[in-house]
């Protein structure tokens, strides 16, 4: 595999802040513009892997009624939206026993696709199961995709946390008992690490350094600082320790305000997408009334024998 630095993960998938802002408003901007020009914000994906836009409609009558009732989710709501489905996907890879890196593998390809597309215009629950399918490939365990349209090869923490625990007992700096105590929790601080928007704005070595910090501030294992110190002069790096430490910081901080939706929230939020995707409450209402007559249906059928 190839190093970090020089990879496409560092080249093209490592923003600022004000990057990730603007990406996320220049989504869900096109999304509307879809929705006002075309009445839905739908893009199909066809058997051979091709995109079907809506086509424009012209306002008039009812239909213009209905498309003035449909209103495109926010920023916000498609931020909660996504936060939404990786939450979904943890408990996927945790049904299957996946290992950490397919979880962060698919975690990041989610992240990576709803930079370029708006949850209004492709279904997040497609994109997640595509996406630890996807992972499973990449990450050879024996699973066929097809690749998505980006940059396949992901660095997730994990790899960096083993190797700064072997650095910490190869450098005597702890016991083996003692990197045993920091594993677990500081291996938990990932997980949160990658539920936000952190691995978007931090290579994966300073994501890792993070969780060890948490772990370590916990169990008060080494004098982190001194060990930041020393791995930074070892490895000749650029960074300052100011510049490493408010770096892990602001990591700490994306955890600190990481929100999950509310029941409350995701109902409305799920209304509004549908209305966006061209699915009235009607609709919704005539598809479960259908579903529970065919149940009832079966029921009494199983009930009659043959």
């Not at 994306?254 to 799920?270: G, L, R, T």
């Not at 966006?276 to 919704?284: A, E, K, N, Q």
Request: with cysteine; net charge neutral; proline share 4%.
């Amino acid at each position: 595999m190839a190093d970090f630095q020089t990879s496409t993960h560092r080249a093209r998938w490592i923003f600022t802040p004000q990057q990730l802002v603007d990406k996320y408003k220049s989504t869900n901007q096109k999304a509307k513009q879809m929705l006002e020009k075309c009445g839905t914000t739908k893009i199909e994906v066809d058997a051979d892997g091709s995109l079907t836009y809506p086509e424009p409609q012209i306002n008039t009558g009812e239909n213009a009624d209905k498309h003035s009732r449909s209103k495109p989710l926010s920023v916000e709501e498609e931020q909660f939206m996504r936060v939404y489905y990786e939450y979904k996907l943890r408990e996927v890879c945790s049904a299957f026993y996946f290992p950490h890196k397919i979880q962060a593998t698919a975690l990041i390809y989610f992240k990576r696709f709803y930079l370029q597309w708006s949850v209004m215009e492709h279904d997040p629950k497609h994109i997640m199961l595509t996406c630890i399918y996807s992972a499973c490939k990449i990450e050879e365990n024996h699973v066929s995709a097809e690749e998505l349209g980006f940059d396949l090869i992901v660095y997730a923490p994990y790899r960096a946390l083993e190797g700064y625990l072997y650095d910490m007992e190869e450098f005597q700096y702890a016991t083996d008992e003692q990197i045993q105590m920091l594993k677990a929790p500081a291996t938990s601080e990932v997980d949160k690490i990658m539920f936000t928007d952190a691995p978007l704005l931090f290579p994966p070595g300073q994501l890792a350094l993070a969780a060890l910090r948490r772990a370590n501030e916990m169990h008060k294992v080494i004098d982190f600082e001194r060990y930041l110190r020393n791995t930074l002069s070892r490895k000749n790096s650029a960074h300052m320790i100011s510049e490493l430490v408010e770096s892990l910081t602001s990591i700490d901080s994306w955890v600190k305000s990481y929100k999950f939706p509310s029941e409350k929230d995701m109902k409305h939020i799920n209304r509004k997408l549908k209305s966006c995707w061209g699915h009235s409450s009607h609709d919704d209402k005539k598809r479960e009334k259908k579903s529970k007559h065919k149940s009832h249906k079966s029921s009494t059928e199983m009930q009659n024998g043959p």
